[in-house]
């Protein structure tokens, strides 16, 4: 069975690709970018090549050379680098899977295929088995995100008896807004150090209520600092202080869901906090609107959530 250093725990950032105007990868800031979560947010485990990170929108050459330099850069400074390694072939999810075990990940993770889906548990389990089993020397993570995938197998039924069929399952990522589900997975296997990686930024103090072991998140990138001291606050039993720091980025949050929230914007706003270029997102998505930049900025002076004194124009200019 795997065995990770330890129970992957507390903040987990989904990481951002950062990427050229021409749309290549810029793998020179990521060192940068290392330092930046450490020492300013302290955050020290990765979510490489999620959601926010366009796993899905890079080849597998590129997400492989992706991996491997988050996982170059942060030896010795983070502590848990997770490879998102889904893909809707099963055949290029293995050959991730192999990688980030070649290379010296932590973990991987997987979401279901959502083209040709899998249509009740024990198929998914039965895919979910076949990528494990590429990497049978590193903890394994399921990423529940029905939204995305429209896979709508709940997280619960997934998790009874998952052990037995995946020995390296180590826990879950769930990116979704169904708490019933989540306290179920955290009731149901209390007697298992599973990790209960919670994904939605906004309602994590109630994940936490619930028995969430962790999250894992794009506002973590930027709001990690202030996420921490929700944390720390949950830990010490100061519930009105954390439901404070949950309202506070709350506020930001739902400021930014109204002008529209999602990997482009991510990207813009980690630009215009930490001053590293992110780039533009990979098509599809769009790049956002300089008057985006601007309502985001004064948001969050508004707010005294940040140290503003780095901001400069120029990172106005690169992420608009």
């Known amino acids: 069975m795997a065995s990770p250093k330890r129970r992957l725990q ?3 950032a989904a990481t951002i690709t950062p ?35 366009e796993g899905l929108s ?3 050459s590129e997400r492989c050379r992706v991996a491997e330099e988050w996982v170059t850069r942060g030896r010795n400074k983070l ?46 389990v039965n895919f979910l088995k076949e990528v494990a089993a590429a990497a049978p020397a590193l903890p394994f993570y399921y ?10 197998i709940r997280a619960e039924e997934l998790l009874d008896g998952i052990q037995e069929k995946i020995p390296t399952f180590q826990g879950l990522k769930f990116s979704d807004t169904d708490l019933l589900d989540f306290g179920q997975c955290v009731d149901q296997n209390r007697q298992r150090q599973f990790a209960f990686l919670f994904g939605v930024d906004e309602q994590l ?33 100061d519930f009105s202080s954390a439901l404070n720091y949950q309202f506070c980025i709350q506020r930001f949050i739902n400021f930014v869901v109204k002008l529209g929230f999602g990997v482009s914007q991510t990207k813009a706003i980690m630009t215009l906090v930490s001053g590293i270029p992110m780039g533009p997102p990979r098509l599809p998505l769009q ?7 601007d309502h985001v900025e004064a948001k969050l002076k508004s707010l005294d959530f940040l140290s503003f004194t780095d901001l400069k124009d ?7």
């Open 205 to 237: 103090l109630s994940a936490l209520v619930m028995g969430a072991t962790g999250a894992v998140g794009s506002t973590y990138n930027y709001l990690g600092k202030k996420t921490n001291q929700m944390l720390e606050a949950f830990e010490r039993k």
């Open 287 to 293: 790049k956002v609107s300089r008057e985006f930049t």
């Open 79 to 124: 502590d848990q680098i997770v490879i998102h390694v889904g893909a809707l072939s099963l055949k290029e999810s293995q050959e991730l899977a192999q990688h980030a075990a070649k290379i010296g990940a932590d973990g991987i993770a997987v979401i279901a295929p959502f083209f040709l889906k899998p249509w009740n548990k024990d198929i998914l």
């Open 143 to 152: 990423y529940h995100i029905p939204a995305l995938t429209g896979v709508k």
């Open 19 to 53: 990427m050229t105007e021409h749309g290549e990868i810029n793998f020179s800031v990521i060192g940068q970018y290392v330092d930046y979560l450490v020492e300013e947010q302290g955050v020290k485990n990765i979510f490489v090549n999620g959601t926010t990170g």
């Open 10 to 12: 507390g903040l987990v």
């Open 58 to 60: 890079l080849s597998i």
């Open 314 to 320: 120029g990172n106005l200019e690169a992420c608009s």
